[in-house]
């Protein structure tokens, strides 16, 4: 029940660390062979520059998460949590009672209906992009020599975020945050040579620093509010924020106005993460990385941490004793997303670049999301769904319910299908480059000697204006585009139809039935779809 302390006391088991241990071990290890063995000839062929070891890594990491939600899902609590590192002990002298005080920081496990679909979201798709870089690294010379720094970027980045959603704190959640960022940074730049990939990486590191510089005064708000109730645990725990308790506390000393301030300066954030208005400026550019870069940042990782975060709010958000406190911002994170998602669609229609209309189709599809949450977030925090004997208590609680399903609904469905269009645009890219390669010697076969050598330096592999009757060619690329795009755009009967059609429909009722200020936002998504 909302308002209630969210932590059920049962124990995740020991195999969940493996979910985010395996990969972070494997990055000193692929990282360590290749610079030993790189250039030898099993290292390349057999192992395939470190893709072959990250492989089974990532598969047990899956599996692993396979087996913690499948515990998760046979169980009938709200959420389990789990000490499995102590990390920090330390006390200090208080001066005004004379006593010692001593705070203890862990490193547990949090899982909830929230991470077990976020969980799932990013092993597997990290698994299957991992399968595909494989094929897509090792057979463009370009790559040679150096694809055991993208294997182990690529195992360290899954692992950030898989340690981001399984973390019981908000602490070990922005350390994790902060991971993503340096392998976002390093992968982006992964052709350091060329001055566009190096100007791109620094543009994603600098502006998301600047919604992380807000995450961290909320953070540090947020430490400053729930101290006092923590009694020696972390103050950030998701046991002591979202207990019940606590938050009435917060609410009869007067401070329900900070902590919506707190809770705002962390949605700026999520803003530069997921890449929103107006911290939205680097995405596009992050295109510069590999495709299977763009595919992990896009589908599985970093775009979606920033989502994860607001919707880690949903609890708080849905306590008894914040009831109405927080309806402003739940109003702004919805008008963020409604004019990133208008704003990006209409950038998108006059790229011509591949990758770069799928990198604003995700901006425009996230902000759905954020305009979904922030719907969801009012009716939690604004309808009577607390009490039982309340005559419309069954009614508000499916509507709070369902409004925040769609919205996850919708992350989950726009993770499958832009991965699977990444990975589909980086075939065709792949096989652009290849013919035109192709064409290019053959030309120089047959004696073009007329000084044209030079004219080929300037096609480029990734512009939709050079492409066309592809579908013959790659009939199950094409297939893979058709099924992706009719998810995105919400065709009938296909599982983005109903999540979007429910974040439009909740954004309308919120206008309708609560308040007029969201009628901006609903019609900013409306007009979009």
């Not at 000839?41 to 470190?50: A, F, V």
């Not at 990491?61 to 609590?77: E, H, P």
């Not at 975060?309 to 004793?321: Q, S, W």
């Not at 309308?508 to 039935?513: L, N, Q």
Request: glycine share 8%; net charge negative.
């Amino acid at each position: 029940m909302a308002g209630d302390s969210y932590t059920s006391g049962l124990v995740v088991p020991d195999y969940a660390l493996l979910i985010i241990l395996l990969p972070m071990l494997a990055f000193p290890v692929i990282l360590l062979l290749g610079r030993l063995f790189n250039g030898q000839d099993w290292w390349k062929g057999t192992m395939k520059e470190g893709g072959l070891l990250a492989l089974p890594v990532m598969a047990a990491s899956l599996v692993c998460s396979l087996m913690l939600i499948a515990k998760f899902i046979g169980q009938t609590t709200v959420s389990e949590t789990s000490t499995v590192l102590n990390w920090v002990n330390f006390g200090w002298h208080d001066a005004a009672t004379g006593s010692i005080q001593a705070m203890s920081l862990d490193f547990g496990f949090y899982v909830d209906h929230t991470t077990v679909m976020l969980l799932f979201v990013a092993s597997f798709l990290c698994l299957l992009i991992n399968v595909f870089s494989i094929g897509y690294m090792n057979t463009d010379p370009i790559n040679d020599n150096r694809n055991h720094r993208f294997y182990a970027e690529f195992v360290l980045f899954c692992s950030g975020m898989l340690g981001m959603v399984l973390s019981d704190s908000f602490l070990w959640l922005f350390i994790f945050w902060e991971l993503m960022g340096l392998c976002s940074y390093l992968l982006i730049g992964f052709y350091y040579e060329r001055p566009s990939a190096a100007y791109a990486a620094k543009k994603a590191f600098l502006t998301t620093r600047v919604g992380d510089v807000f995450l961290v005064i909320g953070l540090a708000m947020l430490w400053n509010l729930f101290q006092p109730y923590a009694a020696g645990q972390d103050a950030l725990s998701y046991a002591v924020v979202f207990d019940g308790g606590h938050l009435q506390a917060i609410a009869d000393a007067g401070k329900s106005g900070a902590l919506q301030l707190a809770l705002g300066f962390m949605f700026i954030g999520a803003v530069g993460k997921s890449a929103q208005f107006p911290l939205h400026v680097w995405l596009p550019d992050a295109m510069e990385g590999p495709t299977p870069v763009s595919a992990l940042i896009h589908a599985a990782t970093m775009v979606n941490a920033g989502l994860y975060l607001v919707a880690r709010m949903f609890p708080i958000f849905a306590a008894e004793a914040m009831h109405g406190a927080f309806t402003d911002l739940a109003f702004i994170i919805a008008l963020v997303g409604g004019i990133t998602a208008c704003m990006a669609a209409l950038i998108a229609f006059v790229q011509m670049d591949l990758k770069k209309v799928l990198a604003y189709s995700t901006m425009s599809q996230l902000a759905y999301i954020f305009t979904g949450l922030g719907a969801a977030l009012f009716l939690a925090n604004a309808l009577n769904w607390h009490d039982p004997s309340y005559a419309g208590y069954e009614k508000n609680k499916t509507i709070v319910i369902v409004a925040f399903g769609a919205a996850l609904f919708h992350l989950f469905n726009h993770a499958m299908a832009k991965g699977m269009l990444f990975m589909a645009s980086g075939s065709v890219i792949h096989e652009m480059h290849h013919a035109h390669h192709d064409v290019h010697h053959h030309h120089d076969d047959h004696g073009d000697d007329h000084g044209h050598d030079d004219h080929h330096d300037d096609f480029d592999a990734q512009s939709m204006a050079n492409m066309g009757g592809l579908a013959s060619r790659l009939p199950i690329t094409a297939t893979a585009m058709l099924v992706g795009s009719a998810s995105i755009i919400g065709l009938p009967l296909i599982g983005g139809f109903w999540s979007k059609e429910g974040i439009i429909a909740n954004t309308w009722r919120v206008a309708v039935e609560h308040d007029p200020r969201f009628l901006l936002p609903a019609f900013l998504v409306l007009i979009t779809a």
